[in-house]
C-alpha cells in the first residue's frame, strides 16, 4: 500500500515519496511534507533556476543557493498551487502549431 502524505505544495492528501530525496533535515521533511506529483514538479523549476543565476554545480555556494530555493519553492510563503489548481496534461498548454508539422522548414 502506498503511503499518502498532506502535500503542503498541492493542499491535499497524495501518495507520498517511498524515501527521503536526498539526507539531512531538508530531505526529511520534503518526504514527510510533499507528495510524489509536487516532487516531480522540482525538476524543472531546478533547471529554470540554475539557467537564470547560471548556478555552477560544482561551486558549493550554487549548491546552497539551489537548496534554498527549493526550500522556498516546495515550504515558502507562496509556496501552496492556488486554489482549483490541476496539473495539466503532458504537452497541453502549448500553442497550436500552424502548418500541422514538426521540426525545421524544409530547404527550397
Not at 540554475?50 to 554545480?57: A, K
Not at 526550500?71 to 495539466?88: C, N, Q, V
Request: aromatic share 10%; charged share 25%; hydrophobic share 35%.
Amino acid at each position: 500500500m502506498a503511503r499518502t502524505v498532506y502535500c503542503v505544495k498541492l493542499q491535499r492528501e497524495l501518495p507520498g515519496l517511498e524515501k527521503p530525496p536526498f539526507p539531512g533535515k531538508l530531505g526529511q521533511r520534503i518526504y514527510e511534507q510533499i507528495s510524489q506529483q509536487a516532487f516531480g514538479m522540482w525538476p524543472a523549476q531546478q533547471t529554470l533556476i540554475i539557467n537564470h543565476y547560471g548556478l555552477n554545480m560544482g561551486d558549493p555556494e550554487a549548491r546552497k543557493i539551489l537548496r534554498e530555493q527549493m526550500e522556498e519553492f516546495f515550504f515558502g510563503k507562496d509556496a501552496a498551487m492556488p486554489p482549483g489548481w490541476t496539473a495539466e496534461a503532458a504537452g497541453a498548454g502549448a500553442p497550436p502549431r500552424k502548418g500541422g508539422g514538426g521540426g525545421a522548414p524544409r530547404r527550397k
